[in-house]
């Protein structure tokens, strides 16, 4: 059973960091794309960052460039993503989803997602 689990998430003061985990399990992460994506409350779900199955070509939502970072690590069959200098408006439930096309796209037509966690950036 094809299975992604995020976890990582929690509350943060402004300023601050967080490292957000996807674990899959039930297939190899490495020959997916991996997207992170993000939605707020009364708001769209909005793609964050990806990263390709093959180059590990990366790609980051404007907003979050410079403070976000995706890596994978295909021996533990995890993608990270490394939240720097975070803000309030990055506060959302936070989504990791992969797809076997294997194409980095921040557009949410990814086959399998995982059930999300929580990140609260809050003084």
């Known amino acids: ?12 003061q402004p300023g601050g960091s967080l490292r957000l985990s996807c674990a899959a399990s039930g297939f190899t992460l490495g020959n997916y794309a991996i997207g992170w ?3 707020a409350p009364g708001k769209e779900r909005e793609g964050v960052s990806c990263i390709s199955s093959r180059k590990g070509a990366t790609n980051y939502v404007d907003s979050v460039k410079g403070r976000f970072t995706i890596s994978r690590d295909n021996a533990k ?3 990270y993503l490394q939240m720097n200098s975070l803000k ?9 989803a992969a797809s076997e096309f294997g194409l980095c796209t921040l557009y949410p037509g990814y086959e399998y997602w995982g059930q999300g966690t929580q990140v609260t950036v809050s003084s």
């Not at 059973?1 to 943060?12: D, F, H, I, T």
């Open 88 to 96: 309030p408006e990055d506060t959302a439930v936070y989504y990791c």
């Open 77 to 79: 069959n995890t993608v």
């Open 1 to 12: 059973q094809l299975q992604l689990v995020e976890s990582g998430g929690g509350l943060v």
């Open 37 to 39: 994506f993000r939605q």
